[in-house]
């Protein structure tokens, strides 16, 4: 089963309209969420194989197809581990962790179940944390999950309230200096418009490039 392309609007505005909420959460050595379980950090700990810096060796648990997305965990503790599986329990993998919920969001479709379970994961990741209302490039309102990277942005997944359905992404600056930009500006933004599962991959008129 594959799927096919998806519609996604994107801009870059100068300043940032409907800045998120103050943070949500409570004690920094508990889960934001209920039934989510953070391991013990053990500061250089690492599993699993890199190549070179920021980068990971393919492996199987980091396929993004819906046959097998479609069998993930819908338990927020299952998906919790699931994001931090082959990675070690120091700040780069918090945010490889991070990353990989970004993987899952925008290269397929997610079920309803594992939508839930991914929200309700990302927000305890170690650094990631609700921030309330977020608007995307379609000028969508929805509830956001963010997380500070290195580079001076906030990147925030926003989801529905409801079905928590992914509806898009945006950067947003917290640090001039590393961002080299105003502090609350949104630097991009995107809106993931429309997802259609297909029995086959649609046809391409340059063989060509398609195997490219």
């Not at 993004?64 to 120091?90: F, I, K, W």
């Not at 990147?155 to 509806?167: P, S, V």
Request: charged share 30%; glycine share 8%; proline share 8%.
């Amino acid at each position: 089963m594959a799927l096919r392309d998806r519609d996604e609007a994107d801009r870059s505005p100068c300043t940032d309209r409907g800045a998120p909420s103050a943070r949500l959460g409570t004690h920094r050595r508990r889960p934001r969420h209920r039934g989510v379980h953070r391991p013990q950090r053990r500061t250089g700990q690492r599993t699993g194989p890199r190549q070179g810096p920021g980068r990971r060796a393919p492996t199987e648990h980091r396929r993004t197809d819906y046959a097998y997305v479609s069998r993930l965990p819908a338990d927020p503790e299952q998906m919790y581990r699931h994001l931090y599986r082959g990675l070690g329990n120091d700040a780069l993998a918090d945010y490889e962790a991070w990353t990989n919920v970004g993987e899952l969001l925008q290269a397929t479709y997610v079920p309803a179940p594992q939508r839930a379970a991914l929200f309700r994961a990302a927000a305890s990741i170690r650094g990631a944390a609700p921030v309330g209302d977020a608007v995307d490039a379609a000028g969508r309102t929805g509830t956001a999950v963010a997380m500070t990277g290195p580079g001076g942005l906030r990147e925030e997944y926003i989801f529905d309230r409801k079905t928590y359905r992914y509806l898009g992404k945006r950067s947003v600056v917290v640090n001039a200096e590393k961002a080299q930009a105003p502090v609350g500006s949104v630097l991009s933004s995107t809106a993931l418009l429309k997802v259609t599962v297909a029995d086959r991959a649609p046809a391409c008129p340059e063989r060509d490039r398609c195997l490219d």
